[in-house]
């Protein structure tokens, strides 16, 4: 099957050969010299040139269980966090310090838009109660980028700290969280790095991290501290999910090889194919085209042709795509172009789009 959702996505067969690697115990030295391998690998790709003022913790657990882990450890008592929402993401990120009470009002705007600087600078200023401010890299539910420089600008020089989730962002586009001063980025494993899910990540800074060692723990599973001295021994203090940490390294040596620009470019490539293929088409993109990002498009449903059948229809021909979230459910369906996909399978694709969309409207 062809996975064109935003992960899990489809992996090379080395990373799926990866999964059988022998049995091993997580307390020995083999899985231990593994974990620091990932973390240095970590660092190389995404804090290039600045990996001795970062730290990557490891996580088992999805990407929501790293951007939770960064949202519970990251204040002190008796501070709060505001959050930038703009899709569902950014929703659930106001739904996690919400469930805390921890949050000041959320900075909303429309799915569509990016956040306006400005409006959180002025926010800022009103609330010195504010310690940390969360925002989504890219908002998975439309495929939107967020202009993380100029809000990292105002969060740093307002002096706060900036927790991004850049779950469905990391290997798909561009950033520069160590030029940012970007304090904790959460990721994954299994979107764009092309591995499996089940691992996660945040990418710490050294010198928050001694502050966050005074902060109250919210929770015993997902308190980045706790990971955090044992990892640097190559000890985690839970049971990791090994084989999943295999195919994980060995994404990060493919992507590594392929160059981070290389895989930005590839992804590009791709989603300006099934772009431009689809326009022809008249189908319409739901975003302009100068917030859209490298690895997802969200498209409003053709006329006549409701999501289900849709869907349906193109995954009797082996393609899985995806629907929209929240308020864009019934209007919108979406294709990523994340993972190890050839140009072949694209064109596919598109062939058996152009067929369903054919036959709908020869029905009409
Ligand atoms: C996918 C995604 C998550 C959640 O990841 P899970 O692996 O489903 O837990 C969080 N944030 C963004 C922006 C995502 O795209």
Redesign the pocket.
């Given at each position: 099957m062809i996975l064109l959702n935003?992960?899990p996505v489809n992996v090379s067969e080395r990373v799926r050969q990866a999964l059988l690697r022998p049995d091993i115990c997580h307390r020995e030295s083999e899985f231990s010299d593994m974990l620091l391998r990932i973390q240095q690998k970590l660092l190389t790709a995404f804090v290039p040139g600045a990996e001795s003022e970062y730290v990557a913790v490891i996580l088992t657990?999805?990407?929501?269980?790293a951007?939770e882990s960064a949202v519970m450890s990251c204040l002190p008592l008796g501070k709060r966090m505001l959050v930038l929402n703009n899709g569902v993401?950014g929703e659930?990120l106001s739904n996690m310090i919400g469930l805390q009470r921890l949050g000041v009002s959320e900075l909303k705007s429309d799915w569509h838009m990016r956040p306006d600087p400005e409006r959180l600078r002025l926010a800022l200023r009103q609330h010195p109660e504010v310690h940390a401010v969360s925002m989504?890299?890219?908002?998975?539910t439309t495929g939107l980028i967020n202009p993380v420089k100029e809000i990292a600008e105002v969060v740093d020089s307002l002096n706060r700290v900036f927790v991004l989730?850049?779950?469905?962002?990391l290997a798909g586009e561009p950033i520069d969280i160590a030029g940012s001063h970007i304090y904790m980025v959460?990721g994954?494993a299994?979107?764009c790095i092309q591995g499996f899910?089940g691992v996660?990540f945040v990418l710490l800074r050294k010198g928050f991290l001694e502050q966050m060692r005074k902060y109250p723990k919210r929770s015993w599973y997902l308190t980045l501290t706790h990971y955090v001295d044992e990892q640097g021994r190559g000890i985690v203090p839970f049971t990791p999910a090994v084989q999943v940490y295999y195919a994980f390294e060995e994404a990060l040596d493919e992507l590594l090889e392929e160059g981070l620009t290389n895989r930005f470019q590839r992804y590009r490539r791709m989603a300006s194919k099934i772009r431009e293929r689809m326009a022809g088409m008249g189908v319409q993109p739901f975003l302009p085209a100068d917030v859209q990002s490298n690895t997802i498009t969200a498209f409003h449903l053709p006329a006549g042709l409701n999501y289900a059948t849709l869907h349906d229809q193109l995954k009797a021909r082996g393609y899985v795509i995806y629907a929209g979230q929240g308020q864009l459910e019934s209007k919108v369906f979406r294709v990523a172009n994340m993972g190890a996909l050839t140009d072949g399978q694209i064109d596919g694709f598109l062939g058996a789009f152009e067929e369903v969309l054919a036959g709908a409207t020869a029905r009409a």
């Amino acid at each position: 099957m062809i996975l064109l959702n935003p992960g899990p996505v489809n992996v090379s067969e080395r990373v799926r050969q990866a999964l059988l690697r022998p049995d091993i115990c997580h307390r020995e030295s083999e899985f231990s010299d593994m974990l620091l391998r990932i973390q240095q690998k970590l660092l190389t790709a995404f804090v290039p040139g600045a990996e001795s003022e970062y730290v990557a913790v490891i996580l088992t657990g999805s990407g929501t269980a790293a951007v939770e882990s960064a949202v519970m450890s990251c204040l002190p008592l008796g501070k709060r966090m505001l959050v930038l929402n703009n899709g569902v993401y950014g929703e659930r990120l106001s739904n996690m310090i919400g469930l805390q009470r921890l949050g000041v009002s959320e900075l909303k705007s429309d799915w569509h838009m990016r956040p306006d600087p400005e409006r959180l600078r002025l926010a800022l200023r009103q609330h010195p109660e504010v310690h940390a401010v969360s925002m989504v890299h890219h908002e998975t539910t439309t495929g939107l980028i967020n202009p993380v420089k100029e809000i990292a600008e105002v969060v740093d020089s307002l002096n706060r700290v900036f927790v991004l989730d850049s779950v469905s962002g990391l290997a798909g586009e561009p950033i520069d969280i160590a030029g940012s001063h970007i304090y904790m980025v959460a990721g994954t494993a299994g979107k764009c790095i092309q591995g499996f899910p089940g691992v996660s990540f945040v990418l710490l800074r050294k010198g928050f991290l001694e502050q966050m060692r005074k902060y109250p723990k919210r929770s015993w599973y997902l308190t980045l501290t706790h990971y955090v001295d044992e990892q640097g021994r190559g000890i985690v203090p839970f049971t990791p999910a090994v084989q999943v940490y295999y195919a994980f390294e060995e994404a990060l040596d493919e992507l590594l090889e392929e160059g981070l620009t290389n895989r930005f470019q590839r992804y590009r490539r791709m989603a300006s194919k099934i772009r431009e293929r689809m326009a022809g088409m008249g189908v319409q993109p739901f975003l302009p085209a100068d917030v859209q990002s490298n690895t997802i498009t969200a498209f409003h449903l053709p006329a006549g042709l409701n999501y289900a059948t849709l869907h349906d229809q193109l995954k009797a021909r082996g393609y899985v795509i995806y629907a929209g979230q929240g308020q864009l459910e019934s209007k919108v369906f979406r294709v990523a172009n994340m993972g190890a996909l050839t140009d072949g399978q694209i064109d596919g694709f598109l062939g058996a789009f152009e067929e369903v969309l054919a036959g709908a409207t020869a029905r009409a």
